[in-house]
């Protein structure tokens, strides 16, 4: 199984400033056919159900706000909210979908400061 | 609008079965591998099981294997989780997704539903 560790657990970051979320997977999740890394970043608020944010490691969803964007490939990826909003309060999961089983990392809470 | 709803959760004891339904709209179901995804209060997101779109392939975690079934009904747009021998580290808040794409189950989650809830206790 593809382990995924997330750090940190958690941060506090102030309004308007940069939050940075790493994942790194035990082997990578890098599918050399077609360049594409099976990565997927997910946003989860309190009471609700996660909400897919990125997928393929870079690829913003439809309607997520340009302030989202991951980068990275192999085994390193990071999420980064560029300007932290009070909405952005929650959980974020990254996900590799490149082999079964599918596993989550554990969850990085981000707070306002 | 595209939407996926569960139901069927409940308190059941250690060691008895419960059914959780997912019933699905808005899109064409027989099209789409569908997953469980389960969540313990207060911790991370587990996978649970898939099944495919056409009901011929399915796979299920460790953790869940040769007690949880996992079934579909194209006819009816419906993804079910049959759970025996169900045990106290089973108690969490059952989703079942929908994958980005079709063509495969293997992809990330753009549809979930709002979950239910399993607590299993004595």
């Known amino acids: 199984d593809i382990v995924m560790t997330q750090s940190p657990d958690s941060l506090a970051v102030s309004l308007g400033e940069r939050a940075t979320i790493n994942c790194k997977s035990s082997?990578?999740?890098?599918?050399?056919?077609?360049?594409?890394?099976?990565l997927a970043w997910y946003q989860q608020k309190s009471g609700q159900p996660p909400k897919l944010l990125i997928h393929w490691a870079s690829t913003r969803e439809s309607g997520v706000p340009d302030r989202f964007s991951g980068s990275g490939s192999g085994t390193d990826f990071t999420l980064t909210i560029s300007s932290l909003q009070a909405e952005d309060v929650a959980v974020y999961y990254c996900q590799q979908y490149y082999s079964s089983p599918l596993t989550f990392g554990g969850g990085t809470k981000v707070e306002i400061k | 609008q595209v939407q996926l709803v569960e139901s069927g959760g409940g308190v059941v004891q250690p060691g008895r079965s419960l059914r959780l339904s997912c019933a699905a709209s808005?899109?064409?179901?027989?099209?789409?591998?569908m997953h469980w995804v389960r969540q313990a209060p207060g911790k991370g997101l587990e996978w649970v099981a898939v099944?495919?779109?056409?009901?011929?392939?399915?796979e299920y975690a460790d953790s869940v294997k040769g007690r949880f079934t996992i079934s579909r009904d194209n006819s009816k747009n419906t993804l079910d989780l049959q759970m025996n021998s169900l045990r106290v580290e089973d108690t969490a808040v059952y989703y079942c997704a929908r994958p980005h794409y079709s063509d495969s189950y293997m992809y990330a989650f753009d549809i979930w539903g709002q979950g239910t809830m399993v607590i299993v206790s004595s």
């Open positions: 808005g899109f064409t179901f027989s099209n789409y591998g």
């Open positions: 082997q990578s999740v890098l599918y050399r056919s077609n360049n594409k890394n099976y």
């Open positions: 099944k495919s779109y056409d009901g011929r392939n399915e």
